[in-house]
């Protein structure tokens, strides 16, 4: 009440839009033009405190030339970003706001002929309050790793120590732009685990990726990109119920069954059979109906996978378009 | 920009200054054509060609000067030279090149810290350099104490101050690390010539050693040669070398980018 008379809290409110006490990031109509091309276009958007907020598009989609407005690296065309109350277009605030966000970037690297120690040495005496190099790089893997130049490393180990050295300073937000592009299939799920376990530290995170299944396994809440613009925001599974999608679950059956079986339960749409296996698709508490409407007609349901109806669909529902087709990038 | 930064308070500890000039030391040992290249080819040259008798006779095509001693101008402009214009702009290149100064940039240290230590690294490595080519030319070669030591170090300073800025511009232009080193190499001989490298310039025409003068490193050895053989050096020369350090810093720090 008492805020909404003082007029400068109402021209402060509507400088942070939709900002709320616990949005470490808000960024307001941002746009971001290179020569005639347009990167950005009316980008708004809050994280909230704690949270993995994903940028998700293919690329080109901008992603990154947002996240580059976010932490200072470029200066917006319009537009208000406030990171932690501070504005990364401020010289001053810059500075402050590098020491509260650390950044794993899509095109940098590390002095090749230093070691693993000695780049986590050189960027920990960066930072005031920096974390301890040797808790760090056990809980990144790297502990038999100090002593080797950061050019013998593999890509998977780059990339974890790029988040290392995002994180030596002990920061709130954690800026990780694409970092299991190039990783194979294990080295992700790794990542994965380690960013859920910097998240359990209480570091906020943005994470850029054009990896559907990634975004859907990490993130809270989802930015939908597509062309400089968000065509989508809120959880994984509200995109994807958006879209229309459903979830499916996949088993191999201990013996043949009739399909009305499951047809007939209420969340079930379809039953298809390619092999042994037979894919169930439908909505709701999928998983347990079919598995215990098997069950109780005396049949198991062995090699269970299952997973929701994915934000691909949601991508293609809202753009018409794969989010991997080949697009040209200006990121 | 870089006066700006400096001027503010730093968010980041100032001992990482330090770290970032030790690290780069510790590069510079690991990358041996970093520079050092610089330290041991004039130190060859002296000692090879001042093991040649003839070489350390007077001569008076030279003034009445022996060879050796007219080649210490050029080979002090050499190691300058090396430092400031391969040892400087091509680890700032690669830094450009594959992000190591973007990924700074979003750290609280001003990337121009990486910079100053980069001057740092290069000038202890050029002073280095021509403490020992003195220090040999003087034990083993016969050369005489500067008749103007001040003069001879006020030189040897302005001259370093020249050509870094010239190698600092190099750096700033250069969008990648081959670019810094051809820019370097091609800047490297024209300048090396007028300083005398491969020919005295005394023993040429002088309408060549007219261009010499209007040189850096022909007004270097010109100056650095009369603090040794007569005293104070001219004025002219001093500002000369001045003057290039001005116009190339102040084209430096407006070209410089760091991505």
Known sequence: ?331 | MIALQSLLPPQAPRAAFRKLVLDEFVLTRRTPNRGLLGLGLPLLLLIVLGSIPKLSQPETALGGLSFIEVYIPTLIGFVITATGFLGLPLPLATYREQGILRRLSTTPVPPAWLLGAQLVVNLAIAVVGIVVLVGVAMAAFGMAVPKSSLGFILAILLTMVAIFAIGLLIAAVANGASVAQSLGGIVFAPLMFFAGLWVPMAVLPVQIRDISTWTPLGAATEAIQDAMQTGFPSAGQLLILAAYAIVAGALAVRFFRWE
């Open chain 1, 1 to 331: 009440m008492k805020q909404e008379l003082a007029p400068t809290a109402v021209a402060r409110s509507s400088e942070v839009g939709s900002a709320k006490p616990s949005d470490v990031i808000d960024v307001s109509h941002l746009r971001k033009t290179y020569g005639r091309t347009v990167a950005v276009d009316d980008v708004s958007f809050s994280v909230r405190e704690d949270e993995i907020f994903g940028i998700l598009g293919p690329n080109g989609a901008g992603k990154t030339t947002a996240v580059e407005c976010i932490i200072g690296l470029r200066r917006p065309d319009a537009g208000t970003i406030r990171v932690l109350g501070l504005n990364p277009e401020s010289d001053r605030d810059r500075e402050e706001l590098h020491t509260l966000v650390g950044a794993q970037l899509q095109v940098s690297a590390l002095p090749a002929k230093l070691t693993v120690r000695e780049n986590l040495e050189l960027y920990r005496s960066f930072y005031y309050h920096p974390a301890d190099v040797g808790e760090l790089v056990t809980t990144l893997g790297l502990g038999d790793k100090l002593g080797s130049y950061y050019k013998d490393l593999s890509g998977g180990q780059k990339q974890r120590l790029a988040v290392a050295v995002a994180l030596i300073g002990q920061p709130k937000i954690a800026v990780l732009d694409e970092m299991t592009t190039g990783l194979d299939p294990q080295a992700r799920r790794d990542t994965w685990d380690l960013i859920e376990g910097i998240r359990a530290r209480g570091v906020t995170i943005l994470l850029v990726t054009h990896y559907m299944d990634e975004a859907q396994r990490l993130c809270d809440r989802v930015a939908l990109f597509d062309q400089g613009r968000i065509v989508a925001l809120g959880t994984p599974s509200e995109l994807a119920a958006e879209a229309g999608g459903g979830k499916h679950v996949t088993f191999v059956p201990s013996r043949t069954f009739d399909d009305r079986l499951l047809t007939d339960l209420p969340n079930v749409t379809s039953v298809e059979h390619h092999g042994p296996r037979v894919t169930v698709v439908g909505k709701g508490e999928l998983v347990n109906a079919v598995i215990q409407t098997l069950a109780t007609n005396g049949v198991n349901a062995e090699d269970v996978t299952s997973g929701s109806a994915t934000l691909e669909d949601a991508f293609l529902k809202l753009t018409g378009r794969h989010i991997h087709e080949p697009e040209e990038v200006n990121a």
